[in-house]
Nanobody
Framework: QLQLVESGGGLVQPGGSLRLSCTFT????????INWFRQAPGKEREGISC????????AYADSVKGRFTMSRDNAKNTVYLQMNGLKPEDTAVYYC????????????????WGKGTLVTVST
């Protein structure tokens, strides 16, 4: 059964940190280009990070560059999103998604999605 499961979301104060995990079942994470998206209430889904399967240097959206770090552990079949310096505007449901490709794409091209994990940044 193909499955992506996110975890690690929660409530954090501004300036705090969280680490999200996305564990893959039924597919090898190293064979896929992996993306993190987020969707805030009333807003479109936003791509925030992407790691091509043949590379180890993720790309980031300007909104999170310098604060978020994406990584991959092939042995655990898991990808991570370390989020530091969180701001209220980072509040959203965070999704991981995978595409069998060698480039970063938008949400319409993703083949597999997790169900998301909610991150709330608030005092």
């Amino acid at each position: 059964q193909l499955q992506l499961v996110e975890s690690g979301g929660g409530l954090v104060q501004p300036g705090g940190s969280l680490r999200l995990s996305c564990t893959f079942t039924g597919l090898m994470v190293e064979h896929y280009t992996i993306n993190w998206f987020r969707q805030a209430p009333g807003k479109e889904r936003e791509g925030i990070s992407c790691m091509i399967n043949t590379e180890d240097r993720p790309a980031y959206a300007d909104s999170v560059k310098g604060r978020f770090t994406m990584s991959r552990d092939n042995a655990k079949n898991t990808v991570y999103l370390q989020m530091n310096g969180l701001k209220p505007e980072d509040t959203a449901v965070y999704y991981c998604a995978a595409e069998y490709s060698y480039h970063c794409s938008g949400p319409e091209q993703m083949e597999f999605w997790g169900k998301g994990t909610l991150v709330t940044v608030s005092t």
